[in-house]
């Protein structure tokens, strides 16, 4: 068995319409179609039959009689549905302000840190990777020249060396390791003036 189709088709009319004659002059027929009067009151209308409505809306234009100018303003408006903007930064006239924003959780001056950060360290040149754990052994941040790793060396030697601290094993492990920092940092830096040296050679 099939099941009947109840929906209404299309070009159904109305069931809204008023029990009238068509609105068409001369025309006897029963309204049930609706078209509006005019582009300024799209919510009154006309009430007509099938043909005369088919008529009607053949020959609709809304923006007829407008300027290109009016046209223009009108798809403009309705991209933002007729509502009210502005340019973004500014809240009507007035230029936006994070004062007027609420703001408990003090988010806006966190990301303004974060960015702040962000730029500060994409200024700062960068650690090269094999540098970063003896500078971090020897307290010391890249760039450093090698007169001021071979100044904090000699300062770091005179408070951990064995002798310094009476054979205190942890002293005497601290200071191998900064033995260690400090061959790296001096190797790279040998490293770096050889090449110098053979490239202007």
């Not at 054979?167 to 492990?173: F, P, R, S, T, V």
């Given at each position: 068995?099939?099941?009947?189709?109840?929906?209404?088709?299309?070009?159904?009319?109305?069931?809204?319409?008023?029990?009238?004659?068509?609105?068409?002059?001369?025309?006897?027929?029963?309204?049930?179609?609706?078209?509006?009067?005019?582009?300024?009151?799209?919510?009154?209308?006309?009430?007509?039959?099938?043909?005369?409505?088919?008529e009607y809306n053949a020959?609709?234009?809304?923006?007829?009689?407008?300027?290109?100018?009016?046209?223009?303003a009108h798809l403009r408006?309705?991209?933002?549905?007729?509502?009210?903007?502005?340019?973004?930064?500014?809240?009507?006239?007035?230029?936006?302000?994070?004062?007027?924003?609420?703001?408990?959780?003090?988010?806006?001056?966190?990301?303004?840190?974060?960015?702040?950060?962000?730029?500060?360290?994409?200024?700062?040149?960068?650690?090269?990777?094999?540098?970063?754990?003896?500078?971090?052994?020897?307290?010391?941040?890249?760039?450093?020249?090698?007169?001021?790793?071979?100044?904090?060396?000699?300062?770091?030697?005179?408070?951990?060396?064995?002798?310094?601290n009476n054979g205190d094993?942890?002293?005497?492990?601290?200071?191998?390791?900064?033995?260690?920092?400090?061959?790296?940092?001096?190797?790279?830096?040998?490293?770096?003036?050889?090449?110098?040296?053979?490239?202007?050679?």
């Amino acid at each position: 068995m099939r099941r009947r189709n109840t929906r209404p088709r299309a070009f159904d009319p109305d069931p809204d319409a008023p029990k009238q004659c068509c609105d068409a002059p001369g025309c006897t027929q029963e309204a049930g179609y609706r078209a509006p009067r005019s582009r300024t009151t799209l919510n009154q209308y006309f009430w007509f039959c099938l043909e005369h409505v088919r008529e009607y809306n053949a020959r609709w234009d809304f923006y007829k009689g407008m300027s290109a100018a009016q046209i223009e303003a009108h798809l403009r408006a309705d991209v933002a549905w007729d509502r009210p903007s502005w340019k973004i930064g500014h809240m009507g006239r007035q230029p936006f302000s994070e004062e007027d924003v609420l703001d408990p959780l003090d988010i806006l001056n966190a990301s303004r840190a974060a960015r702040a950060n962000r730029h500060k360290e994409s200024r700062e040149p960068k650690t090269p990777p094999p540098l970063r754990d003896p500078l971090e052994t020897m307290g010391l941040r890249w760039p450093v020249s090698l007169d001021e790793v071979k100044a904090r060396y000699k300062a770091l030697a005179r408070e951990h060396h064995p002798d310094a601290n009476n054979g205190d094993l942890d002293a005497e492990e601290r200071f191998k390791i900064i033995n260690v920092a400090y061959a790296a940092l001096r190797a790279h830096f040998t490293a770096n003036t050889t090449e110098d040296f053979e490239r202007s050679a």
